[in-house]
């Protein structure tokens, strides 16, 4: 399911506010309402089914994960963004394309994917 920019963030907000709470208390906040946003973040964040079953414990090894993914992938966006960037300063469109789809390829995260491929389409649009 596509969610909205603003949905996203809101997700990604819940999950750093609940990422910093220490283990017994983020146990404390296994709901229904959080196991949703859990499922929806995972669904973003990662290529793989959600858990079938859930305990508190697994819940909040599972914020733990995603929080960690979430940051990883931010991380290597961000670094094949500045290799892209400095791939069209030196005129070499293909080779910032490239260096996005490599990204793409090996990402498991829906969310930076799709991040991904809009910088995809800005540099081909500027090829033509």
């Not at 603003?6 to 146990?27: C, I, V, W, Y």
């Not at 499922?39 to 964040?45: I, Q, V």
Request: glycine share 4%.
């Amino acid at each position: 399911m596509e969610r909205t920019e603003d949905e996203t963030k809101r997700l990604f907000n819940l999950l750093d506010g609940l990422a910093e709470l220490d283990h017994h208390e983020l146990r404390n906040r296994f709901s229904e309402e959080n196991i949703k946003a859990a499922r929806m973040l995972f669904d973003e964040l990662l290529d793989e089914p959600f858990p079938r079953a859930l305990s508190a414990d697994m819940f909040a090894d599972l914020i733990y994960r995603l929080r960690e993914t979430k940051r990883t992938w931010s991380r290597k966006l961000g670094t094949a963004i500045i290799a892209a960037a400095s791939s069209v300063e030196n005129d070499n469109i293909k080779s910032a394309i490239d260096t996005l789809e490599e990204f793409k390829g090996s990402c498991p995260s829906r969310f930076y994917r799709g991040n991904a491929q809009k910088q995809i389409e800005y540099y081909r649009a500027k090829r033509t």
